[in-house]
């Protein structure tokens, strides 16, 4: 069964750091393009950062140069580490995963940012 979960997401001040990691299962992770999307109340899910299957990374303008994702194959597990949070980062954080036609999703982490 294809499972993303991710995890480590939480309540922090502006300024601060936190690390969201999605472990995959299931999956051929090597060959997957993984990305992180987020979403509030209202609005669309929009794209944060993503990485391909070779190590290429692409940004949403608004998080570039306080986001960084990577990836661990070996682990089957991609991160998302946000340096510099803001208020407007508050939003549900999903973990996604595309292998051909094949789109998978996480359940969600919450990240909460306080002004």
């Known amino acids: 069964q294809r499972q993303l979960v991710e995890s480590g997401g939480g309540l922090v001040q502006a300024g601060g750091s936190l690390r969201l990691s999605c472990a995959a299962s299931g999956m051929f992770f090597r060959i997957t393009d993984m990305g992180w999307y987020r979403q509030t109340p209202g609005k669309q899910r929009e794209l944060v950062a993503s990485i391909t299957s070779g190590g290429s990374t692409n940004y949403a303008d608004s998080v570039k140069g306080r986001f960084t994702i990577s990836r661990d194959n070996s682990k089957k597990t991609v991160y998302l580490q946000m340096n510099s949070l803001k208020p407007e980062d508050t939003a549900v954080y999903y973990c996604?995963?595309?292998?051909?036609?094949?789109?998978?999703w996480g359940q969600g982490t919450q990240v909460t940012v306080s002004s």
């Open positions: 996604n995963g595309v292998q051909g036609g094949l789109r998978d």
